[in-house]
């Protein structure tokens, strides 16, 4: 009798330990949903238009730095 006791505690934590790992899927899937409800970005996606925001400030301090020189030789020439 003890034996079948033990089986029947057994079968019990099994099955709670079944139900947990299946709450645990569900909240991380639900997760998953909600988050990719919010139009997150990947680290990919940000590193890159970081780098390319990077790259358009360079190239327009150099453009600024053109155009400044181009009104200097006006003044120079008026």
Do not use: C
């Amino acid at each position: 009798m003890f034996d079948d006791f033990v089986k029947v505690l057994n079968g019990a934590a099994g099955t709670f330990a079944g139900v947990g790992r299946e709450a645990q899927s569900g909240v991380r899937e639900r997760a998953r949903e909600w988050l990719g409800g919010l139009d997150f970005v990947s680290r990919e996606e940000f590193d890159a238009v970081k780098s390319m925001a990077a790259a358009a400030r360079d190239e327009n301090d150099a453009l600024k730095a053109r155009l400044d020189a181009l009104e200097a030789k006006m003044q120079v020439g008026v």
